[in-house]
C-alpha cells in the first residue's frame, strides 16, 4: 500500500511567521509531488509541485523535496489569515495514481 | 474558461436509496477522475477514465457503485443503494496529463 503521511495538525502560527507543513511518503521511486491547498468547504486547489530534489519557491511559498529521506515540505512565508486551511500533500506513483495525505490543518493568528 | 462543474452541490437521501453525481470536465480534458473525501481526510481516488476508457478502478466498490463517461467527455457516478458510510464529498477532476488536476466544487452526500 502506498502511503503519504502528513500531521493532522491543527497547527497554529501567528500572522507574519513562518508556517512549516510537513510530508513522507512510502515509494522512494516517486517522482512528481504537490501541494494542494483546501479551505472549508472548497475543493483542492494546487498551490506548488517540484520534481527534483532541492527547493523550489513561487511567491511566498517554497517548497522542499529530500528524495533519500522521502521527505517533501512547504513553508510559507509572511503567513496570512488567508492562508489559514488544510494543505494536502499528494504524490504521484509509479501508476500514475496521484494520492493523497489526510492534510494539515493550517491556523494563522492575527 | 468554465472550470469543471458538478452537480448536484448537496444530496441528502435515506439509505437504501439510489443517488448519482454528474461532472462535465474542462473542455478538452481527456482524462476524468471521480474522488471521494471523507470528513477529515485527503481525496482517494475511486476511477479514473482516459476518454471513455476506465483505466483504474481498484478503488471503485463495484457492488454499489458504477460510473460511465459516455463519448469521452460528460461523467456519472451512481451509488445503490447507498449506505451510511457512503455519506462524503465526491469530487470530480479533470487534466489534459495525469499530473495537474483541476477539481469541480465536489457533490455532498449525506446518507439518513
Redo the contacts between chains.
Sequence with gaps: QKEVEQNSGPLSVPEGAIASLNCTYSDRGSQSFFWYRQYSGKSPELIMFIYSNGDKEDGRFTAQLNKASQYVSLLIRDSQPSDSATYLCAVIFGNEKLTFGTGTRLTIIP | EAGVVQSPRYKIIEKKQPVAFWCNPISGHNTL?WYRQNL??????LI?YENEEAV?DSQLPKDRFSAERLKGVDSTLKIQPAELGDSAVY?CASSLD?????????SRLTVL
Design positions: 477522475y477529515g481526510q485527503g481525496p482517494e481516488l479514473r483504474d469530487l495525469p499530473v495537474f488536476l483541476t477539481f469541480g466544487a465536489g
